[in-house]
Nanobody, 121 residues
Framework: QVQLVESGGGLVQAGKSLRLSCAAS????????MGWYRQAPGKQRELVAT???????NYADSVKGRFTISRDNAKNTVSLQMNSLKPEDTAVYYC???????????????WGQGTQVTVSS
C-alpha cells in the first residue's frame, strides 16, 4: 500500500504565501513524476504543477511566476511554494505521484486526500 499525505493548507489573505508539502510512504520502489492538482467548487480538477524525477517542471499558465514546485527524491516528498496568492487560487489541492511498488511493476497514479487552500480578498 502507498499513502500520500498533504499538509500546509489554510486560510490566507490575497498577496500572501503558503507552502504545501506532500510525503509518500509505504511500499515504494521508485517514484516518477510528482505533482499538484487543484479543484475549486463546481469545477473540474486541474493541473497546477508537475516535476519529474530529474527536476523538470511544468506549470499551469495561471500560476507561472507565482508558484514553485520542488521535490526531495531521498525523502519521497514534493512541495509547492505559493506566492502572491489570489482569491481564484482557492481550491482543494491534491498531491499526485506516479509510483512503482516493485521493480517489475508499472507506475500507478496515487493521490493524497487533499488540503484546502482559501485565499480571501
Amino acid at each position: 500500500q502507498v499513502q500520500l499525505v498533504e499538509s500546509g493548507g489554510g486560510l490566507v489573505q490575497a498577496g500572501k504565501s503558503l507552502r504545501l508539502s506532500c510525503a509518500a510512504s509505504g511500499s515504494i520502489f521508485s517514484i516518477n513524476a510528482m505533482g499538484w492538482y487543484r479543484q475549486a467548487p463546481g469545477k473540474q480538477r486541474e493541473l497546477v504543477a508537475t516535476i519529474t524525477r530529474g527536476a523538470i517542471t511544468n506549470y499551469a499558465d495561471s500560476v507561472k511566476g507565482r508558484f514553485t514546485i520542488s521535490r526531495d527524491n531521498a525523502k519521497n516528498t514534493v512541495s509547492l511554494q505559493m506566492n502572491s496568492l489570489k482569491p481564484e487560487d482557492t481550491a482543494v489541492y491534491y498531491c499526485n505521484a506516479q509510483i512503482r511498488m516493485r521493480s517489475y511493476s508499472t507506475y500507478l497514479s496515487s493521490w493524497g486526500q487533499g488540503t484546502q487552500v482559501t485565499v480571501s480578498s
